[in-house]
């Protein structure tokens, strides 16, 4: 569908999702102006550069800005379409926090003119985009709201983000969208808008249906990753290695199990579940119980790590990798930083990190006496070795290179390793 250039997009949020979507829908020929509370946030995309690290973001952005077509503003503006693409946190006890939501649909409802829309893209709570329209209400009653058998002076939709970090402008691009109206009528004017950008199918449905679909997305994944952490758990105390039976039971055809690992991280995964949950706790019990799962996975892999590194007083720790999956910088919610830290905060300047995406050590590791060390150097110093992160370059170690050494490897990236023989402290088993 030709891009309708003479539209204002703005983009209310410049973060993971916020900014690669200004700067795609900006490519395309619109006007877009990115509006963000950061001063620092604005700063930097005004003068082409980015604050966060995603792949070909940053020439992308610097092309968009120097055009003319993408800016950054502390301020909302008149436009035609507005997109909101804030943070949805949960709170400590687990409850969805829709404040910034609510609040950026406060800073755009004295903007509005009739034949706006407003698209939500944060992951949200069931009920959210409605709430969003409420706030407008009641800040704009000269403008007549979307809702039952109502059409409405503006559009409200929801349309949930689905990218992978790493991948995301890719992802922006070919993924199917779903798009939820607060109407049928607002659904449509939403899709017209994403059908311009976005090559994957575009279905549209209800805002509830929408907001559903998303939170569902991500619990289907935790759920199957709960599985596959169960499973590793509990053929570790059998003495099977898990790897191969995940890798034997999914040659049947319609068996597809996920890989275990130290814990779920992200700021998607391991939160948006607890949603599904907050709305229905009594009956959202799988979902739930994934969650206590893949948390309690983190602090197993602790324990026998600490077992290992026990066996084998005044070795060397390596543990490889920090960020929260494989091949990315992002360590936010990362597993692999709570087990590292709790092992530092144990065992002190024994531990090394080794991380090849970390210019330096995240706080957690502060005053540990835990330092950051180059994989080869690792591998010339430490005994022992707890794999945290799949990266690429871990995999790659050689068997001959890895001779000799103790380790506890929660990626299943060195399957291959003989086992280190040792006499097991009192009361363990021999590693
Ligand atoms: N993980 C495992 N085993 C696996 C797969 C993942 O332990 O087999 C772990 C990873 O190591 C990581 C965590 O799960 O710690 C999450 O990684 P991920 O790759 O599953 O997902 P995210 O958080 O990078 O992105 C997810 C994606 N959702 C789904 O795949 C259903 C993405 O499409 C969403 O857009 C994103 O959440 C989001 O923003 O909601």
Redesign the pocket.
């Known amino acids: 569908m030709p891009v309708d250039t003479k539209q204002k997009v703005s983009v209310i949020g410049l973060g993971y999702?916020g900014l690669p979507t200004a700067a795609l829908i900006a490519r395309g020929g619109c006007q877009v102006v990115g509006v963000d509370v950061s001063p620092h946030v604005v700063e930097t995309v005004n003068s082409g550069r980015v604050h966060i690290e995603e792949v070909d973001l940053d020439g992308l952005v610097q092309g968009v800005v120097s055009r003319g077509n993408l800016r950054a503003s502390l301020d909302v503006e008149p436009s035609d379409v507005f997109i909101i693409a804030v943070p949805t946190p949960v709170s400590e006890d687990r409850a969805p926090d829709i404040s910034y939501v609510l609040k950026a649909a406060s800073t755009v409802a004295p903007v509005l003119k009739a034949g706006d829309t407003i698209i939500l893209e944060s992951?949200s709570p069931v009920g959210t985009t409605e709430q969003m329209r409420d706030v407008i209400a009641s800040l704009r009653p000269d403008l007549k709201m979307p809702g039952k058998g109502v059409q409405g002076d503006i559009a409200i939709a929801y349309c949930p983000?689905?990218?992978?970090?790493g991948r995301i402008l890719v992802?922006l691009i070919d993924n199917d969208r779903c798009i939820g109206g607060i109407t049928p009528r607002c659904a449509r004017k939403a899709l017209g808008f994403y059908r311009q950008f976005v090559r994957g199918q575009c279905i549209t449905t209800t805002a509830r249906a929408a907001e559903m679909v998303?939170l569902v997305?991500?619990s289907?994944?935790d759920v199957?990753?709960a599985f596959?952490?169960e499973l590793s758990v509990i053929a570790e105390g059998m003495g099977i290695d898990v790897w191969e039976v995940i890798r034997l039971a999914n040659r049947h055809p319609r068996v597809n199990i996920?890989?275990?690992?130290p814990?779920?991280?992200?700021?998607?995964?391991?939160v948006?579940p607890w949603f599904i949950v907050h709305g229905d706790p009594e009956n959202a019990r799988i979902i739930r119980t994934a969650r206590e799962v893949n948390d309690a996975k983190t602090d197993h892999v602790v324990t026998r790590a600490s077992d290992m590194v026990d066996d084998y007083p005044g070795e060397d720790i390596a543990c490889l990798g920090l960020a929260?999956?494989?091949n990315i910088d992002d360590f936010r919610e990362?597993?692999a930083v709570k087990v590292a830290a709790r092992l530092a905060r144990r065992y002190g300047r024994r531990v090394k990190l080794v991380e090849p995406h970390a210019q330096a050590l995240p706080m957690e590791f502060a005053g540990t006496g835990a330092e950051l060390m180059d994989l080869d150097t690792a591998l010339e110093q430490c005994g022992l070795f707890v794999i945290l992160?799949d990266h690429d370059m871990f995999k790659s170690v050689p068997i001959d290179e890895r001779a000799g050494k103790a380790v506890y490897d929660t990626r299943g990236i060195w399957s291959d390793q003989p086992p280190r023989i040792v006499t097991p402290a009192p009361g363990r088993v021999a590693l």
């Open positions: 999702i992951t983000e689905r990218v992978l970090p992802e998303k997305e991500n289907f994944r199957n990753i596959a952490n996920l890989q275990p690992g814990g779920v991280g992200g700021h998607c995964i391991a948006d929260f999956k494989a990362s597993p992160v």
